[in-house]
């Protein structure tokens, strides 16, 4: 059982324990076990094995005993005999925004549905909206919660999203009397994927910016069209919603949209001790019922005592009570880059030469740029071959001479072979300034295999730098099966980079992954994999990784100036 059919789960019985009325911390204390399992680097079924349960946070003696039930069985009891006490498929229903408890409960025993297809054939046939106290509009609602979540279920590469809101933004920045204008959500927090796109913003005139939105080219179609939040369809299916409020509430709203869900939930209830209510329109004082209005983000942590959080941190992990010590991170920014460790030229599959690489390079302000055409290992188009590669180290050697202001590293994308040896001759890795390598070949072994082929590449000591660690692709193509914390403490032990993937259908290591790698003292390189110079830019979506994994400017080998990465290189 994978862990995310055990968040489902879990996820269940905090949905069933709410709709029986249970004590509200024993339901929190599930919903806190959710988004542990959520952030877990490793398959729960190996802390199984190594009976480390305990170790996840917010797991105690009872749940570890669900948990280990759960996972060896494939079964728990507890949770068969809770879902036994309702009717079929209400925890379904409870997964649509907008049903609560009540609201499930009465469709699920007045009308018998059991699913969302049920739930909308039956909106479409009116009788839900015939339903005691629900009426037409919130028949109406529900119904475009459940084309919405549909539309969610494809979720976008932020790669993709980022493109289009940018644009989107430029073109609603242009709108007279627009003063705040920005995205919040998933995308603001620079998950990997987006479910929509949330935009927030402040104008003179609602009614004007609201009209260039929905009349926007990329628009296929308007699902709603007010004065304080429209909804519209964009090409490839996304959906962008926008809202507008007063000048004086930008930040409450920003912050109230961007989330995340149990960000604001940690907020809100360390708040309600404190005699504070937080909604998207403020903060309200419980005792005077006033409502304080927040221009800034930075004035709404600020009012609860709290450090500014970095919005790629509001996961509802520990951002708040480090944020009360004033202990956060500070987050690497993308100025701290000064070079990319990993770019492909003409040499193998990469578009452009290697000059042209290296004065896009000179032009983004790096320091330095380390070429890595991929070896000649099965299945890789133009690959380099030892001859090709000794040519191609006197072309950058001569070119680094002629070129100032950029250093050139000679390096390789060397494949790691099945049984985890190098596709290249030793003697050449050696001449090398940096060997980046990489699985592009049999994927599909076993665990052990995986990992034991991994973990001799990065032993050998020819080896600086692990690239892509797990090789998924997004969307489509899932991460090889490998032992990470293997190779994290691997890559601790004998000193090998491992690298943050930019390139936006790549982004591995993944946040959590990254997280873990950082925690272990693993150090991590930001590379784009660029094929061509326009690529470089993709800097900005490993950034965000790194963010999301709490890292700092020191963990990353790429902020360090030329000087230090060639010492650490000749080590
Ligand atoms: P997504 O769209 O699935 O990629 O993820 P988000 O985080 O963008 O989620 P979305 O679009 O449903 O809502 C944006 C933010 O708005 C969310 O992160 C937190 C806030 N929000 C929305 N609905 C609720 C709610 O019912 N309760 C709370 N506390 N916050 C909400
Ligand atoms: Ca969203
Ligand atoms: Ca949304």
Redesign the pocket.
């Known amino acids: 059982m994978n862990n995310k059919e055990v968040t489902k789960v879990f996820q269940d019985i905090a949905d069933l324990l709410e709709l029986k009325g249970e004590n509200p911390f024993k339901i929190r204390a599930y919903q806190k076990v959710v988004r542990s399992i959520e952030h877990l680097p490793v398959e729960m079924e190996q802390l199984v094995k190594e009976d480390k349960l305990k170790e996840i946070p917010g797991v105690g003696e009872a749940i570890t005993k669900k948990m280990t039930e759960l996972i060896t069985t494939g079964k728990l009891g507890y949770y068969e005999k809770l879902k036994a006490e309702f009717p079929e498929g209400i925890s379904t229903l409870l997964d649509i925004?907008g049903v609560g408890p009540k609201t499930a409960m009465s469709l699920s025993t007045e009308l018998e549905i059991s699913s969302v297809d049920e739930l909308e054939a039956a909106i479409v046939g009116g009788k839900v909206a015939r339903l005691y106290r629900m009426g037409d509009k919130t028949a109406e609602n529900i119904l475009h919660q459940i084309q919405a979540m549909r539309r969610?279920d494809q979720?976008i590469p932020i790669g993709e999203a980022l493109p289009v809101v940018d644009e989107i933004l430029s073109r609603l920045g242009q709108v007279p009397g627009v003063k705040n204008l920005a995205p919040?959500?998933?995308?603001r927090?620079f998950?990997e994927?987006?479910?929509?796109?949330?935009l927030m913003g402040t104008a003179d005139d609602a009614r004007e910016i609201m009209q260039t939105f929905a009349s926007l080219p990329q628009v296929k179609e308007v699902l709603v069209s007010g004065t304080t939040k429209s909804s519209v369809v964009v090409s490839g299916g996304l959906q962008v919603?926008l809202r507008i409020v007063e000048h004086d509430s930008f930040g409450s709203i920003l912050q109230?949209?961007?989330?995340?869900?149990q960000?604001?939930?940690d907020l809100?209830e360390r708040a309600h001790r404190r005699g504070l209510k937080l909604s998207e329109y403020g903060i309200t004082n419980l005792a005077t019922d006033e409502l304080e209005k927040f221009i800034t983000e930075e004035a709404f942590y600020q009012r609860q005592g709290l450090e500014f959080i970095p919005p790629e941190l509001r996961e509802g992990q520990q951002e708040v009570e480090r944020a009360e010590q004033g202990t956060l991170p500070k987050l690497i920014e993308l100025h701290d880059i000064k070079g990319d460790l990993h770019v492909h030229t003409e040499w193998s599959d990469g578009r452009d030469s290697i000059e042209a690489m290296a004065l896009a390079a000179k032009a983004l302000g790096y320091q330095y740029l380390g070429i890595a055409d991929h070896s000649g290992g099965r299945g890789i188009a133009h690959g380099l071959d030892a001859e090709r590669l000794r040519q191609q180290i006197l072309e950058i050697k001569q070119l680094d001479q002629r070129l100032d202001g950029i250093r050139i590293f000679c390096g390789m994308e060397v494949d790691i072979r099945a049984d985890g040896s190098l596709d290249m001759p030793q003697e050449l890795l050696a001449k090398l300034d940096i060997v980046t390598a990489a699985v592009h070949s049999a994927m599909n072994q076993s665990q052990e295999q995986m990992t034991r082929r991994i973990i001799r590449a990065i032993e050998n000591p020819d080896v600086d730098v692990l690239a892509h660690p797990t090789s998924r692709l997004l969307p489509g193509r899932e991460p090889v099966a490998v032992d990470m914390e293997a190779i994290f403490q691997t890559a601790v032990r004998t000193n090998t980079a491992l690298e943050i993937n930019a390139m936006p259908s790549r982004l591995d290591l993944k946040d959590i992954h990254t997280y873990r790698a950082r925690e272990l003292g693993v150090k991590l390189v930001i590379n784009t994999d660029a094929h061509s110079t326009e690529h470089l830019e993709f800097m900005r979506f490993g950034g965000g990784v790194a963010r999301r994994g709490w890292c700092q400017a020191e963990d990353i080998l790429n902020t360090r100036p030329l000087k230090e990465v060639i010492a650490y290189l000749r080590k």
Request: hydrophobic share 25%; charged share 30%.
């Open positions: 925004p969610k979720r919040a959500g998933s995308l927090r998950q994927t987006v479910g929509d796109i949330d919603d109230y949209f961007t989330g995340s869900k960000h604001n939930i809100r």
